[in-house]
């Protein structure tokens, strides 16, 4: 069985242990993994670089390359061990390692639990739900609100947790997939823009916008795609993608929130509270119809529907023309 070959099946492998399994909190995650690897790392590099702009720019950059290249010199060396007692355990272990970097099932079943809260009359249950996968201040949203940030995050968090990853998957197997996770966690982690973070996390967000410029893009179109097949209104979701993709401090953000957007014939974003502090932003969308719990659910089966199209086009393509070569 040839590498391409090993590792595509490895990725649809992970993508249906995700869709059966999600995320089981009791279990080891790398994910979780990097995030104590970047605290860790955090602590020991603002104690060594000087607390000046160009130390923390310089503690930042060597953050970026040690979380970066020991999850994947790691994931190299778990792979090649594996290799060399069984050709099968190293596909088993690269599904497993592909099923842990995708997240397509938890992000359809934390909304979820914001929508059954809300169905359930329990708005401070659905505040604390919707708190769990978002940034923004939750305590203060009515009903309408906890629906839109639930929408909002299924819809932004598709691009870099779920198309990317399986791009950067099948791309370069679980090695380039636990690089890009390491550079997404990073940014997550210390790319902001605040007192604490401005220098330091610099190179971690700086990259993270770069590997996921195409992604993102791409996942927009595909949401597009996904509106359709899942039975919402595609044609509105391409118009709003075009239109609204760039509505967004962030250069990556917007285009899967834009066509989802789109697809539901909502209006999203707007001016938001953080960490106490109003922060403004444009409107993505338009308001052509309040937003209702039920727009969680829509938004997690359009999230579903472009999974399984950018599984077709990044592995399943790909695996026929490698396995039946014309």
Known sequence: MSWGISHLLALLAGFCLDLLLGDPQWAPHPVRAIGALIAGLEKLLRRVFP????????????????????????TVLLLWACSLASPWLALAAESVLCYQLLATRSLAV?????????????????????????GRDTQ??????????????????????????????ALGGAPLGMAYKAVNTMDSMVGYQNDKYLYFGRPAAR??????????????????????????????????????????KSPNSAHTEAACAGALQLRLAGPNYYFGRLVEKPYIGDDQRP???????????????????ALLIFCGAPLVILMFPW
């Open 51 to 74: 607390k000046r702009p160009g130390g923390e720019l310089a503690a930042g950059a060597v953050l970026v390359i040690l979380t970066v290249s020991i999850p994947t010199a790691l």
């Open 110 to 134: 934390e909304s979820r639990k914001v929508y059954q809260a809300l169905k359930a009359g329990d708005l401070a249950g659905a505040r604390r739900a919707v708190s769990m996968i978002v």
């Open 140 to 169: 203060q949203l009515d009903e309408a609100g906890v629906a839109r940030a639930a929408v909002e995050t299924v819809a932004e968090n598709a691009s870099d947790g779920v198309i990317a990853p399986l791009l950067f998957l």
């Open 207 to 248: 990259l993270d916008d770069a590997l996921n410029f195409f992604p993102a893009r791409l996942a927009g179109a595909l949401m597009c795609l996904g509106s359709t097949a899942a039975g919402y209104d595609g044609k509105n979701a391409w118009r709003v993608f075009k239109r609204d993709r760039k509505k967004h």
């Open 291 to 309: 937003i209702e719990a039920l727009d969680i659910l829509r938004a997690g089966r359009i999230l579903y529907a472009t999974a399984f199209f």
